[in-house]
């Protein structure tokens, strides 16, 4: 397993949630304040909107089909488009910026894939083999920390049956995640100010420090 110190080399360090929990404010939020403190730091995000690369067609595709004359999308191979947008942003961007020395604070990885493919119905088996296929991307990095991150009421959404079963979703598998071990998965509550969560966040990550 290759991990990172953020005295000596880059971080992985990710953020997960369903929409409307406050993920790309608190991604950016800690990104600013890392380099402030003088850490070399990024951001990233799947499936990935840098321009002019496929992961933005992507990205541009999954949210207006319809400007591609795409009248629907087949849920398995949208899920499959995804991961290749992931397994490009992967290796053009993350990888280099950790190999850099550089910390990566990624919104988003690959639970997305697994928790909206489930509730659209994709089947385990199918989700299963395009999980290898971005696993083999990562070349053995796992990140520093996962925070989850849960919101009682999230941004300008009301509460629906399929954010519920998506919340369950992600619950259930930050519990499996956690049990195997391979990284430290962290509930996150962002109910306060976002100095609080990113407060709370940096206090976790000195806790990893001095633990590793």
């Known amino acids: ?24 404010t608190l991604t950016r939020s800690l990104v600013l304040g890392l380099r402030r403190d ?12 840098e321009p002019g690369t496929l992961a933005a067609h992507i990205y541009r595709l999954y949210h207006r089909p319809s400007r591609f004359g795409v009248r629907s999308l087949n ?7 995804i991961t290749a947008a992931h397994v490009e942003t992967i290796q053009s961007q ?12 990624l919104d988003r ?18 989700l299963d083999r395009l999980l290898a296929v971005e696993e083999l991307a990562w070349s ?4 520093t920390k996962i ?30 995640e956690a049990s195997r071990g391979m990284y430290p ?8 100010s976002i100095q609080d969560a990113i407060s709370a966040v940096r206090a976790r990550l000195r806790q990893r420090q001095k633990a590793t």
Not at 185 to 192: A, K, M, Q, R, T
């Open 1 to 24: 397993m290759r991990t990172w110190s953020i005295d000596r080399t880059g971080q992985l360090i990710v953020f997960e949630g369903i929409d409307g929990v406050g993920k790309t």
């Open 75 to 81: 849920h398995s191979a949208l899920q499959l488009l």
């Open 147 to 176: 925070f989850l991150v849960t919101r009682s009421r999230p941004h300008g959404r009301r509460p629906t049956r399929q954010a519920s079963q998506l919340s369950a979703l992600y619950h259930s598998l930050a519990r499996r």
């Open 185 to 192: 998965v962290s509930v996150l509550v962002n109910d306060g």
């Open 140 to 143: 053995g990095v796992v990140p």
């Open 94 to 105: 993350i990888l280099p910026s950790l190999n850099a020395g550089r910390t990566v604070v």
């Open 109 to 126: 990885f690959w639970w997305s894939t697994w928790v909206y493919g489930r509730a659209s119905g994709v089947s385990r088996h199918m």
């Open 38 to 49: 003088g850490i070399r730091c990024d951001r990233a995000s799947f499936p990935g909107q």
